[in-house]
C-alpha cells in the first residue's frame, strides 16, 4: 500500500525519477551519436550516389553509385517501415550479440540506433537536396574537388536543415527510449511502467510524462534556434 503522507516517498519518487533520467540520457546520448555517424553518411551518399550525382562512376553496364543508391535506398525505407516495437523483437538476438543482453540501458541503444539511422538518414537527404544546384555548379566551374564541393557547399549549406534534422532525431529517440523502457530497456519508460502502471502509483506516471515532455519541448526549441541562427551566418 503506497503511503503518499510518507516523506520517504516523494524522495524515492524523486531519486527514482532521477535515475531513469540519467539512463534515458545515457541511451539517448549514445544512440544519438551513433544516428548521426551512420546516417549522415547514408543521407550524403544518397544523394551524391544517384545517377548524375558527385560520387556516381562508371561500374560495368551500370554505375558503381548507382547500386550503391538503391542499396541504401530500400535499406532505408525498411528500417523506417518497421514499427520499432517489432524492430526491438526482430533485433534481440543481435543485440545479445553485441553487448551480451537485450535488457538494460545498454542493450537498449542498438535498436534506438538502428531505428534513427534511416530517420535522420531521409532527413539529411532532404536538407541536402535543398541546396542550390547553382553553388554546386559554381564550385564545379571553379575546379573545386569533389571533397570540397561536399563539404564547403552541399553540407556546409545544409547545416541550418541538418539542426532541425537532428532535433527532430533526438524528439524521436527519446519516445522510442521510453517505449523501449517499458520493455526492460531501462530509463524513464521503465519508471513509468514498474512504477506508475505496475504498481498504481500515477505520481510516477505524471513524473515521467511531464519531464519528458519537458524534454521534447527543449530539444525541439534549441533544434529551432540553432537553425534560425545558421540561416543568417
Known sequence: MIDRDDPYFWRDLFETIL??????????????LFTVVFGLAAGVLLVT???????????????????INRLLDVAVNIGRSVPFIIL????????????????????AIVPLTIAGIPFFARLVEIGIREVP??????AESLGATRWTILTRVMVAEAVPALA??????????????????????????????????????????????????????????????????????
Open 133 to 138: 544546384r547553382g553553388l554546386i555548379e559554381a
Open 88 to 107: 526491438m523483437i526482430l533485433l534481440i538476438p543481435f543485440t545479445r550479440l553485441l553487448v551480451g543482453s537485450f535488457i538494460g540501458a545498454t542493450a
Open 164 to 233: 532541425l534534422g537532428l532535433s527532430t532525431t533526438v524528439v524521436g529517440l527519446i519516445g522510442y527510449s521510453a517505449m523501449v523502457g517499458a520493455v526492460g530497456g531501462g530509463g524513464l519508460g521503465d519508471v513509468a511502467f514498474r512504477y506508475g502502471y505496475q504498481r498504481y502509483s500515477p505520481e510516477y506516471m505524471f513524473g515521467v510524462v511531464i519531464l519528458l515532455i519537458l524534454l521534447v519541448q527543449v530539444f525541439q526549441s534549441l533544434g529551432n534556434f540553432a537553425a534560425r541562427r545558421l540561416s543568417h551566418r
Open 49 to 67: 550516389t544517384e545517377p548524375g550525382g558527385l560520387l556516381a562512376k562508371p561500374f560495368g553496364s551500370r554505375t558503381l553509385g548507382t547500386v
Open 19 to 32: 535515475k531513469g533520467t540519467g539512463e534515458t540520457f545515457y541511451t539517448v546520448g549514445f544512440s544519438l
